[in-house]
């Protein structure tokens, strides 16, 4: 158990809706971080929070949006949702040790499974 | 932009035997390799890393070197067993960087028995 909680572990909806998928990070880590794996690809960054700040944004579309809340647990936003958005959504977190950059191992939840009909 | 190329993409190995993946980097700043396994229904987990001043790494049946000049860095398994048999993923960090995790397309390695 990595101590990233991710929810849902799968949903199903339909072409045109909005979902919202949520990260409880490890207890102390500031970092939040979103990827998307579709079938058979790569993990493709999406956007890093840090204490409640964007960070770092990757190949997001604009029909996503996420956000990081006081209590640091994050949510990435689907919306207008095509049958290309169906995908393992995951959720990693790590401690950061701010502008100094040091390198941290990222703890991965299991994911959230979209699929979009 | 960065970008991390990685082969194979996939690997079949009889067990016993030694598995290499390699990745290729992009960014000139990146300093950080981390190695990440994927077992099926799993988030990935990381398995080694290494630092821009170092040349090799190891740790048990598990190894990792980099060449910084050529960009490449490479992951060794050895003496593989039933149970390394999942994908693997190399990244490339830059504490300088506008990403913090870049993320090679994986390697499906299959070990058999």
């Known amino acids: 158990d990595s101590g990233v909680t991710q929810t849902p572990k799968h949903l199903i909806t339909a072409t045109g809706q909005r979902v919202t998928l949520r990260c409880s990070p490890r207890?102390?880590?500031?970092?939040v971080y979103w990827y998307q794996q579709s079938l058979d690809q790569g993990l493709q960054f999406l956007i890093q929070y840090y204490n409640g700040e964007e960070r770092a944004k990757g190949n997001i579309l604009e029909r996503f949006s996420a956000q990081q809340f006081p209590d640091l647990h994050s949510e990435l936003n689907l919306s207008s949702l095509e049958l290309g958005d169906s995908a393992l959504y995951f959720c990693a977190s790590s401690v950061e040790k701010g502008s100094s950059g040091a390198w941290e191992e990222l703890f991965f939840g299991e994911g959230s499974r979209l699929t979009v009909l | 932009g960065e970008n991390v190329e990685q082969h194979p993409s996939t690997l079949s190995v009889q067990e016993g035997d030694s598995a290499v993946i390699k990745c290729t980097y992009s960014?000139?700043?990146?300093?950080?390799f981390p190695w990440y396994k994927q077992e099926l229904g799993k988030g990935p987990q990381l398995i080694i890393d290494?630092?821009?001043?170092?040349g090799e790494k190891k740790d048990q049946r598990i190894a990792v070197t980099l060449n910084k000049t050529a960009k490449h860095f490479s992951l060794h398994i050895t003496e593989t067993q039933p149970e390394d048999s999942a994908v693997y993923f190399c990244?490339?960090?830059?504490?300088?960087?506008?990403?913090?995790?870049?993320f090679g397309t994986g390697t499906r390695l299959k070990v058999l028995a």
């Open positions: 290494i630092r821009s001043n170092v």
């Open positions: 990244a490339a960090s830059s504490t300088s960087g506008t990403y913090k995790y870049i």
């Open positions: 207890s102390g880590d500031l970092s």
């Open positions: 960014d000139s700043a990146s300093n950080y």
